[in-house]
């Protein structure tokens, strides 16, 4: 999940909400949109291999 920040940068957060703190894990912070998506594509492959 991707949310734009105020500062102009793009955060990547999972999907699901982390059972200790309730809140969503952060996945990294990233200049582009583009260059989020591309991590987000790596971290669901990661997820599965």
Do not use: C
């Not at 999940?1 to 699901?16: D, P, V």
């Not at 703190?21 to 990294?28: E, F, I, P, Q, S």
């Amino acid at each position: 999940m991707i949310r734009k920040l105020s500062s102009g940068e793009y955060r990547l957060y999972s999907r699901k909400t982390d059972p200790r703190t309730g809140k969503r894990r952060n996945l990294g912070t990233f200049k582009s949109r583009a260059a989020a998506e591309k991590h987000e594509r790596a971290v669901q492959y990661f997820k599965r291999h």
